[in-house]
Each structure stands twice: as structure tokens, then as C-alpha cells.
């Protein structure tokens, strides 16, 4: 039962009526609350009932901001589930704080940012007591990169009216609202953040990743050619490891987001990563046949750089059992081994899984 009183349940299933009933009795408590420390008024709000709300928000006793063990108030459970009416009614109150944060940091404004609930966010912006840039404590991320994250386009274009709001804020792995539109393929949230003239479209992450490695790493073909529509938008940007956006697209077979990247006259085909590897050498390895030969097509590609063990990706291809990519590598006169540095290679060329069912990033940013 958790502790629920009679007032709770009936406050938490809409009764009205039910409600009054006690509210009028001298020995109710109208501000008892559950083992959760949830009240009546939370309960009511929980389950988005304005009548409910309305009635004990007349009632001498009740605190209309109380939070429980959790730290959520009942303005910060309506607008987790887009109550607008319910948190018109509590905000109407002078004692309501509309940007109290939860144990995780979350306000009502984060909570309806990142359920992409348009109205509440609008109410909420309306206040001119709102934080717009206010972060959870677990991932540090704010309302802006919450809603671009999952892609809530009416979401972001309201956050971004607000001349307060960063559009640049990261959160604790250096990931910025732009670069999580661009890793979930948002493309119409990516279009508006770049709307922004004071959006960084090359914001790497902490381990080198931008926006564009990102949109490529995970095959939105669409974002990719967003991104490079911009021209301060650097198509060869490294992340730690060496590995740039075309080297990330040929690794996990993205033939779209290779060819619109290829596009570029100013993209390095031949980019190797710290262990050597380039475009060409990860598509091999992954056997990814028709990246191969899509990055053959440029005449600039040198299909014989050797890795830091000397192994080319033809000696790759053959180690593999890659016939077809075998043949591709041969009409452009690749060679088996070329040794960097003159050494013998040393360490073959790691057969790859049959599939990857995930870009092998280093982490996939979640809260």
C-alpha cells in the first residue's frame, strides 16, 4: 500500500467528489503523505487531474511545492508527462518554484524537454524565473541537448528563441546539443542548431568526435550533407585515435555517407588512424566490398599504405578469404605487403565479425 492514505488514492484516481468529502472532515491531514513522501496534491498531479488539483490547492494546509524522497515535486511530475493544464494551475501560485531541480538535477523544464512535450516547454519559457540551461547531475546534460538528442524539433526551435539558452553547453563527455542531433540522425534538429550563428560546428567531444563523426560513424547520410553544406565544417577533423568521419563511415559500411563525403574535393581519402589504417584498409578489414570500391574511385586514393605492421589492405583482403575485394584491389595494382618503415610486417591483419551490429565507438552517450 505504501503508505497511502485514503485522500491519496482518491486524489491519484481523479474522484473529485470523493476528495471534498474528506478534504471536509476535521481529522484529515490534507498534506499526508505516502512512504515515497508523495502527497495527496502529488498524487493528483501525477495522474494529470486539474480538478483535483484545483480543489486542494483551495485547501488551507496544503503545500503546493512539497517534493518527495526523490525530489520531485508535483509541478515537476506534470510536466514529466506534459499535464500543461495541471501545470497552469500550480504555477499559478506565487509559492511555486517552477526550476526546482530533483535529486538527479532535473527540473520541470528538462523533464518536458527531454519527453518532447511542446506545450509544457512553452509555459515554462514563458516564466522568466526558468533556467534554460540548467543540467541533470548524471550526465550533464541541459533541456536544449535533451530535446535534441531525441530529436523534438519543436522542442528545440523554442529553447533556442531564448537569447539565454548555450546552444553550445556540454555535457560531461563533451558532447554538445549539435552532436547528439547529428549521432541520432536528426537532421531537421541539426538544421536548426546550425541555424545558430554562434554554434561551433566542429565541437569535438573528449575523445575527439565531431558532429560530422558521429552523423558519419552512424550512417545519416542526410545529416552528413548538412553538415557539409557548411564550409567552416572540417570533413578530416580527427578524434584521438586518428580516425576521421570518412574513416568512420567506410569502417561500419555507410556507402551513402561515404560517397556524399567523398564528394568533397577537400576530403583525405588516405587518412590513416594512430595504428596506420586508413578508409580503405578498415573497409577491407570489415569487408565492406562495395565501400571498397566506391573509395577506389578516387584517383588521389593510394591503395597500398601500409598499417603500422606493414600489412596492406590486399594482404588484408587475402588473410580474410575477400575474393571479390581481392579482384577490386588487384585492377588498381595493389600489393601484398608494402612494410612500413622497411620492416617486415610483423602482425597480420585481425579477422573481422561477420557483422557489427553497433558502430564500435568508444561509448553511445546515455543518461
Known amino acids: ?144 541537448s535533451c530535446a535534441a538528442e531525441n530529436g523534438h524539433e519543436g522542442v528545440v526551435r523554442m529553447l533556442l528563441g531564448r537569447v539565454d539558452v548555450d546552444p553550445n553547453a556540454a555535457d560531461e563527455d563533451g558532447q554538445t546539443p549539435l552532436s547528439f542531433a547529428a549521432q541520432n540522425g536528426h537532421e531537421g534538429a541539426v538544421r536548426m542548431l546550425l541555424g545558430r550563428v554562434d554554434v561551433d560546428p566542429n565541437a569535438a567531444d573528449k575523445d575527439g568526435q565531431t558532429p560530422l563523426s558521429w552523423a558519419a560513424g552512424y550512417g545519416h547520410e542526410g545529416v552528413v550533407r548538412v553538415l557539409l553544406g557548411r564550409v567552416d565544417v572540417d570533413p578530416n577533423a580527427a578524434d584521438e585515435d586518428g580516425q576521421t568521419p570518412l574513416s568512420f563511415a567506410a569502417q561500419n559500411g555507410h556507402e551513402g555517407a ?29 569487408g565492406h566490398e562495395e565501400i571498397v570500391s566506391i573509395l577506389l574511385e578516387r584517383n588521389d586514393l593510394d591503395p597500398d599504405i601500409p598499417d603500422n605492421y606493414g600489412q596492406t589492405p590486399l594482404s588484408c583482403a587475402a588473410q580474410n578469404g575477400y575474393e571479390r575485394i581481392l579482384k577490386l584491389l588487384q585492377n588498381r595494382g595493389g600489393l601484398v605487403s608494402r612494410s612500413a618503415g622497411g620492416a617486415p610486417p610483423t602482425v597480420l591483419c585481425p579477422a573481422q565479425p561477420s557483422e557489427l551490429s553497433e558502430p564500435p565507438f568508444k561509448r553511445t552517450g546515455r543518461l
Open 1 to 144: 500500500m505504501r503508505g497511502e492514505t485514503p485522500l491519496s488514492r482518491a486524489a491519484g484516481s481523479g474522484h473529485e467528489r470523493v476528495v471534498r468529502i474528506l478534504l471536509e472532515r476535521n481529522d484529515i491531514n490534507p498534506d499526508t503523505a505516502d512512504d515515497y513522501g508523495q502527497t495527496p496534491l502529488w498524487h493528483g498531479a501525477w495522474g494529470g487531474h486539474e480538478g483535483v488539483v484545483r480543489i486542494l490547492l483551495e485547501w488551507n494546509g496544503v503545500s503546493p511545492d512539497m517534493a518527495d524522497i526523490f525530489g520531485q515535486t508535483p509541478l515537476s511530475q506534470a510536466a514529466e508527462s506534459g499535464y500543461e493544464g495541471v501545470v497552469r494551475i500550480l504555477l499559478e501560485r506565487n509559492d511555486v518554484n517552477p526550476d526546482t531541480a530533483d535529486n538527479r538535477g532535473k527540473t520541470p523544464l528538462w523533464q518536458a524537454a527531454w519527453n518532447g512535450h511542446e506545450g509544457v516547454v512553452r509555459i515554462l519559457l514563458e516564466r522568466n524565473d526558468i533556467n534554460p540551461n540548467t543540467t541533470s547531475k548524471r550526465s550533464d546534460q541541459t533541456p536544449l
Open 258 to 286: 561515404v560517397r556524399v563525403l567523398l564528394g568533397r574535393v577537400d576530403v583525405d581519402p588516405n587518412a590513416a588512424d594512430i595504428d596506420g589504417q586508413t578508409p580503405l584498409s578498415w573497409a577491407t578489414q570489415n
